[in-house]
Nanobody, 124 residues
Framework: QVQLVESGGGLVQAGGSLRLSCAAS????????MAWFRQAPGKERDFVAA????????RYADSVKGRFTISRDNAKNTVYLQMNSLNPEDTAVYYCAARYGSNLSPRGSDYGDWGQGTQVTVSS
């Protein structure tokens, strides 16, 4: 099991940027596929981005391609989500998640470990 703690959320104006961090501890972080999901009020949890264990391959939801970048630093046991050109539709609680498999699944049910989430609010 991996313990995950997100940080970096907050309030930002439309067009602004935020960088989320997810610090991991426990089971070998460097072997895990890591992902970010988000859940807006009254909506289901949606896939945002995922990254392989070595950072070599990434996958993004269409809604964030070209604006968000996922990265990881295995020496620091941390995964990041750089979010640029934010708009009010990006407002949500953002969660990081881990799985020990090889594919960058967009399904939340494929991830066994989750953080508590961090709130991102984008004002218009």
């Amino acid at each position: 099991q991996v313990q995950l703690v997100e940080s970096g959320g907050g309030l930002v104006q439309a067009g602004g940027s935020l960088r989320l961090s997810c610090a991991a501890s426990g089971r070998t972080f460097s072997l895990a596929v890591m992902a970010w999901f988000r859940q807006a009020p009254g909506k289901e949890r949606d896939f945002v981005a995922a990254i392989t264990w070595n950072g070599g391959i990434t996958r993004y939801a269409d809604s964030v391609k070209g604006r968000f970048t996922i990265s990881r630093d295995n020496a620091k046991n941390t995964v990041y989500l750089q979010m640029n050109s934010l708009n009010p539709e990006d407002t949500a609680v953002y969660y990081c998640a881990a799985r020990y498999g090889s594919n960058l699944s967009p399904r939340g049910s494929d991830y066994g470990d989750w953080g508590q989430g961090t709130q991102v609010t984008v004002s218009s």
